[in-house]
């Protein structure tokens, strides 16, 4: 099973309409970060989060992480056809020098005008 | 401030073919990862590279292989190149330590004919 879970796989919403982004982890997170894709395109950066209970908003996207879930959630007030694509989390797990991120499958969002 | 770039964009080879990539960071970061990510497995890690050294490396096989030159930028090879190689190449730029953040660039597209 996938050590990143991210749900809906698939979203849309009429333009306006509010969204949430779920991404469960199964084992201790470290540090979770959230990303946006455009198809082919690279990861814009959104947000990352490190505490249980944080919460960081840019714009009109809040993201929080619940640290006794393991879970982080992306949600998007009055969603515009500019927030479409796939938005990814990513988990980092251990502490120390190394580092790597590892994803979940995704998001795809799409905003019906 | 100039962002992630790779190079080049797209690529087209032939099995058994090698090809090699290359990824500039963010001036001032000394941690390169790269991320390979299709369809079916989403985006994997590679391997990362920090001041020349390589400190984590994902489970692909011994094919694929990296280095980083003393301006941190990097470069991965693909000997060998198998169909199941074609995907979207990410390198991702960070300063290194743990709870930073990673920014990506807009990736080489591989095609393996």
């Known amino acids: 099973s996938q050590e990143l879970e991210q749900s809906p796989q698939s979203l849309i919403v009429q333009e306006g309409k509010n969204l949430t982004i779920n991404c469960t982890s199964s084992?201790?997170?470290?540090?979770l970060y959230w990303y946006k894709q455009k198809y082919g395109e690279g990861l814009i950066f959104l947000m990352m989060?490190?505490?249980?209970?944080e919460e960081k908003s840019h714009e009109k996207i809040t993201a929080k992480l619940d640290e006794k879930k393991q879970q982080s959630s992306l949600h998007i007030t009055a969603s515009q056809p500019s927030h479409a694509g796939i938005y990814l989390c990513?988990?980092?797990?251990?502490?120390?020098?190394?580092?790597?991120?590892?994803f979940g499958k995704g998001t795809l969002l799409t905003v019906n005008p | 401030k100039a962002g992630v770039t790779q190079t080049p964009r797209y690529l087209i080879k032939t099995r058994g073919q090698q090809v090699t990539l290359s990824c500039s960071p963010i001036s001032g970061h000394r941690s390169v990862s790269w991320y390979q990510q299709t369809p079916g497995q989403g985006l994997q890690f590679l391997f990362e590279?920090?001041?020349?050294?390589?400190?984590n490396k994902g489970n692909f096989p011994g094919r694929f292989s990296g280095r980083q030159f003393s301006n941190s930028r990097s470069e991965m090879n693909v000997s060998t190149l198998e169909l199941g190689d074609s995907a979207l190449y990410l390198c991702a730029s960070s300063w290194g330590t743990v709870r930073t953040e990673a920014f990506f660039g807009q990736g080489t597209r591989l095609t393996v004919v």
């Open positions: 084992k201790t997170l470290y540090g």
């Open positions: 990513g988990a980092e797990y251990s502490g120390g020098s190394n580092y790597k991120l590892t």
């Open positions: 590279y920090f001041s020349e050294t390589q400190r």
């Open positions: 989060l490190q505490k249980g209970g």
